[in-house]
Nanobody, 120 residues
Framework: QVQLVESGGGLVQPGGSLRLSCAAS????????MGWYRQAPGKLRELVAG???????NYADSVKGRFTISRDNAKNTVYLQMNSLKAGDTAVYYC??????????????WGQGTQVTVSS
């Protein structure tokens, strides 16, 4: 009853930029925390950036100063602006949301993942 769909991934050159979007749909009453995670082959999934319902943000040390997370509550959408991309940013990126449905149920929802590849 809740679906998260990412878009915006792809191939980019080192130093380039990408903007990821993740839109939540379904029987949604409210969304608390939202975030972006990434997972590279052979590595654990890690939190890249998070944002609260009030707009407070936090970032992994490896992306501070380069990535910016934001949200549009009217659209139930979270964004990740990625600048100065490096080869080490190559991973599958997943969006995450703590969703309360109109029926009062609480879900930790995940998107399907979108590939980001940084290569020359």
């Amino acid at each position: 009853q809740v679906q998260l769909v990412e878009s915006g991934g792809g191939l980019v050159q080192p130093g380039g930029s990408l903007r990821l979007s993740c839109a939540a749909s379904g029987s949604i009453s409210s969304i608390d925390n939202m975030g972006w995670y990434r997972q590279a082959p052979g590595k654990l999934r890690e939190l890249v950036a998070g944002i609260t319902s009030g707009g407070s943000t936090n970032y992994a040390d490896s992306v501070k100063g380069r990535f910016t997370i934001s949200r549009d509550n009217a659209k139930n959408t979270v964004y990740l602006q990625m600048n100065s991309l490096k080869a080490g940013d190559t991973a599958v990126y997943y969006c995450n949301a703590h969703v309360v449905t109109r029926g009062g149920n609480v879900f930790i929802s995940w998107g399907q993942g979108t590939q980001v590849t940084v290569s020359s």
